[in-house]
């Protein structure tokens, strides 16, 4: 039998979790699938492995001598949970162990195994079965990363193939238990969805006392950036000013932390780094004063390296650090308690007030005991937040969102929120996958707001307005699935094996007609064989965190020393045409460089009686400006043609090398800000391809030298490689033929009214009139049969932009 330390025995009897073990493990054994969900911290990740392995699960002489399995969609919280189930587990610690990527402490006495997602879904790929186990738990599911989307779709198919397998054969295979977690968030995803379980599986909630919590709004929302000073000064107020308890502080990322936590220390030394600092004060003392002064500046040129190092995701403090501008509390609401027995800690809460509470002075104040907690935290550093502070100091925790559900840190009192979360974000636009700060949802912040609920009374102070709160917060994260590009989703899962995609039972399924193109455009790619399968370009590609046309077109790009080429074409692509339209010529700020009329052409006169002098030279300069504009398109289409990405990607070469001034945008007549944004996703999409390409060396060179003829020629056929569905057909070749069309085209005439075709449609598209293609058919008098094309648009027709011609000799 398990026998637990008493510290330990009496710390889980208090948890909620702790009273419902007999209808829990009742439930898990009458059915094969169970959702339990609970308010964060009432046990359900600590205590539920433990009922499983007390009641016989992953004992190799019981019923179910599988392994238990839990997934987590953080390693930090794998990692940490793991070290305390085996902690509490006492004479049993040693059957726990966790898998994380890079990291396993797994032996053959492993019953207990805490372990990411991922870690999971690469077993799935290599045993469907998942014979080592006999229960799995999801974790966390109500986060609806991607990864818990497929593993929950997975797990549902393994748990009916089990049972069937085990009705069987009841010798050789017994059934998989799945035990789906959540923190008290939708579960009708899971729950109703009966494509992922045709029986809805029962859900127990447990029910967690909830403090009251005094939910305090700013009048005003930070400047971006400013949010970090904003959360510095709250908790020193806190601090300063009201009773004992820990702070907890969300945050969005390590550099932010790490600056955070230093000023706190700096503001608020422990009791070892007071006496250091008086130690060192004392010792400065002793030498000259202007030595003194010396060592004094110093000091702060090494604080200033220091943070530099620590800053691992480009932070930058806003520039008036410092400056004691912080917005006043607001709105204040209290949330939860609302029993009688909860109206004197209303009272309390009520009392206590940052604003008139004196301050003590910080001498006199308690130490302050600060940790940081992100997910790339040494694990022996992140189980300090478990601990208890120094006796006499008081705890606080910068943190980011990982606090939020995953982790509970004990004695919690003070909530500081930012309001901000680092998110997994796919651009539709760029179809690039970068991370980025923006609001939370409501749902999350309410989270964020009950850890200071937990063992008593709390507050909750919300650095941003209750009307940012109402206008800017989505009620809900969305699940990562609908946020990612759809051909990345199949991608991803063939490259996990799991082939059958159009069929697979998302919990919240994208349209089957979207996964049927998604699955044919991956098939043109070379990234799936004729079976529908992973090829090994595919899983390559799969590993690239842009869209799929992007990543053939990076790896293919290494040929002929073609990279840096395709990663600027592949920026360009995704930021969208940068030139000054013609039409927009005559409007300031479009590139326009108005003090230039010395060289007023002879034959821009004379085609019209000038009305007046003023007039003629309004009109002179005009001719003049259009002209420059027509001869800066012609220098960079180039002396033969053959596409307008190849024009994108001489502006950029041509714009850089001029020093990418806002007087080399009038010269090109190219838009500043696409030009900033492409010389931004060019040093993206550099570090990426240096990432999962290792062996590659690619630097981001603004003196790139134009391609030569024959990169010209790869760079036209990778083009061709990534946009294999967007080819389009001459008319004539194609077998497209309408009489009111060709009628049409006869009044029209000339070389715009050639229709192509396409393969998803028997609408016919034409070259858009700005395509470099017409410079080359003007002198061959005849149009390409095949072009691929980066868009189309539509006005009174389709029209086909960004073209590049299939072949250069047409
Ligand atoms: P849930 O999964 O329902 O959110 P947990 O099982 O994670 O709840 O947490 C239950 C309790 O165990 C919490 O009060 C938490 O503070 C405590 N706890 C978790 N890990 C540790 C640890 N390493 N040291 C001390 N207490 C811990
Ligand atoms: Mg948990």
Aim: aromatic share 6%.
């Amino acid at each position: 039998p398990v026998k637990r330390p008493d510290r330990i025995q009496n710390q889980r009897i208090e948890l909620p979790v702790y009273a419902e073990e007999q209808q829990i493990m009742e439930a898990i054994a009458q059915n094969p699938v169970v959702v339990l969900s609970g308010e964060t911290g009432s046990g359900k990740t600590t205590q539920v492995p433990q009922f499983l392995l007390e009641a016989g699960y992953g004992d190799p002489d019981s019923p179910n001598p599988g392994m238990i399995g839990i997934t987590q969609p953080r390693r930090v919280a794998a990692v940490s949970m793991a070290h305390r189930v085996a902690e509490e587990l006492g004479n049993y610690g040693h059957t726990v162990a966790h898998q994380v990527r890079f990291d396993t402490t797994v032996s053959d006495r492993t019953r207990v195994k805490f372990m990411t997602e991922g870690v999971l879904l690469r077993e799935l790929a290599a045993d469907l079965l998942l014979a080592k186990y006999s229960v799995i738990i999801a974790d966390e599911a109500h986060e609806r990363s991607l990864n818990t989307d497929i593993l929950l779709g997975v797990l549902s198919r393994v748990v009916r193939l089990r049972q069937k397998l085990s009705a069987e054969s009841p010798d050789k295979h017994r059934p998989l238990k799945l035990v789906i977690m959540s923190a008290t968030l939708r579960v009708d995803d899971f729950v109703k969805n009966t494509r992922l379980f045709r029986v809805p599986p029962p859900v127990l909630s447990v029910q967690a006392r909830q403090h009251p919590v005094r939910v305090h709004f700013n009048r005003r929302t930070p400047a971006p950036g400013q949010h970090v000073h904003e959360a510095i000064q709250k908790v020193a107020k806190i601090h300063r000013r009201l009773p004992d308890g820990g702070i907890l502080v969300f945050l969005t990322g390590q550099a932010e932390i790490a600056y955070v936590c230093k000023q706190l220390r700096s503001l608020f030394p422990s009791e070892a780094e007071r006496a250091a600092a008086a130690k060192a004060i004392a010792a400065a003392a002793a030498q000259s004063r202007a030595a003194t002064s010396n060592a004094l500046e110093a000091s702060v040129e090494d604080e200033d390296l220091d943070f530099g190092d620590a800053d691992a995701d480009d932070f930058e403090p806003g520039s008036d650090a410092g400056s004691g501008s912080e917005s006043e509390e607001e709105d204040e609401i209290i949330v939860g308690g609302d029993g009688d027995a909860d109206a004197e800690a209303r009272r309390v809460l009520l009392q206590e007030n940052l604003r008139s509470a004196p301050a003590v002075g910080d001498d006199a104040c308690a130490p302050l005991h600060i940790l940081p907690l992100y997910s790339l935290l040494p694990a022996e550093q992140q189980l300090k937040v478990f601990a208890p502070p120094p006796p006499g100091s008081r705890l606080c925790v910068v943190a980011t969102n990982v606090a939020e559900t995953s982790i509970t840190i004990p004695g919690i009192r003070y909530v500081v929120d930012a309001g901000l979360v680092k998110e997994k974000k796919y651009d539709a636009q760029t179809q690039v996958q970068s991370f980025e700060v923006g609001w939370t949802s409501q749902a999350s912040a309410s989270q964020r707001m009950g850890r200071a609920g937990r063992t008593g009374p709390g507050h909750c102070y919300r650095l941003f307005s209750s009307a940012v709160f109402n206008d800017q917060f989505a009620r809900f994260s969305e699940p990562e699935v609908l946020r990612m590009p759809i051909e990345g989703v199949v991608l991803q899962m063939k490259a996990m094996n799991l082939d059958n995609v159009v069929n697979f039972p998302f919990p919240t399924p994208p349209p089957r007609d979207v996964l049927e193109k998604a699955e044919r455009l991956l098939t043109w790619l070379g990234a799936l064989d004729d079976k529908g399968r992973a090829t090994a370009l595919g899983r390559l590609m799969s590993a690239f965190p842009v869209a799929p046309r992007f990543a053939k077109m990076l790896i293919v790009g290494q040929q002929h020393g073609c990279l840096p080429y395709v990663i600027a074409v592949v920026a360009a692509l995704s930021v969208g045409d940068p030139f000054v339209k013609e039409f927009h010529l005559g409007e300031d700020g479009a590139g326009s460089d108005s003090d230039n009329d010395n060289d007023a052409d002879a034959d821009a006169a004379g085609a019209e009686q000038p009305v007046s002098n003023a007039a003629l030279t309004a009109k002179e300069q005009r001719r003049a400006r259009r002209r420059k504009y027509w001869d800066a398109q012609a220098k960079l289409a180039g002396a033969e043609p053959t596409s307008d990405l190849l024009k994108w990607l001489s502006a950029v070469g041509t714009f850089e090398y001029a020093g990418g001034t806002d007087a080399a945008c009038s010269e090109y007549f190219v838009r500043p800000k696409a030009m900033g944004e492409i010389r931004k996703l060019r040093g993206q999409l550099t570090n990426i391809v240096q990432l999962y390409c290792p062996g590659v060396d690619v630097a981001m060179d603004p003196r790139m030298a134009p391609p030569t003829r024959v990169q010209q020629s790869v760079l036209r056929q990778i083009i061709l490689a990534g946009f294999m569905d967007q080819v389009a057909v001459r008319g004539d070749i194609a077998g497209y033929h309408d009489p009111d069309e060709e009628e049409a085209a006869a009044r029209r005439r000339g070389l715009h009214a050639v229709p192509y075709m396409t393969m998803w449609s028997d609408e016919p598209v034409f070259i858009h009139p700005e395509s470099v293609i017409y410079i080359a058919a003007r002198s061959s008098g005849s149009m390409p049969q095949a072009v691929v094309f980066g868009e189309l648009q539509r006005t009174t027709r389709l029209w086909a932009k960004a073209v590049t011609v299939t072949s250069p000799r047409w």
